[in-house]
């Protein structure tokens, strides 16, 4: 868990500094920026991993994430083909409600 985050903020951290660095310099310096984006990463993960509260908590979560009772493939579809036809059939009202509405109004201020 700790590696994939400071993968994800070695990344976030090398695009941000590439963006930025690009912003106020012409060329910006591609090892510079992969080295320092690494370097943070490395610290913060290697900081986050020795912080007892950070890693008590990251274990609290993972442990209540066993307990979790994921729902099938077949309860998905079912949710997703409601959320669907609940979605369509909302539209469709309020497309009848505004067509009502827009022949109402023609016919009182005469367009």
């Known amino acids: 868990m700790y590696l994939g985050g400071a993968m994800v903020l070695f990344y976030l951290t090398q695009w941000s500094f590439d963006w930025i660095w690009g912003y106020f310099a012409s060329s910006p310096n591609e090892l510079a920026i992969t080295v320092m984006a690494g370097i943070i990463a490395v610290v913060t993960g290697t900081v986050l991993y020795r912080h007892e509260r950070i ?4 274990n609290e979560v993972s442990g209540e994430l066993k307990k979790v009772s994921w729902p099938s493939a077949k309860e998905v579809k079912a949710a997703t083909a409601v959320v669907i036809i ?13 067509t009502i509405w827009s022949n109402l109004t023609e016919l009182i201020y005469g367009g």
């Open 55 to 58: 890693h008590g908590l990251a």
């Open 86 to 98: 609940m979605a369509l059939v909302s539209a469709s009202l309020i497309m009848l409600f505004d």
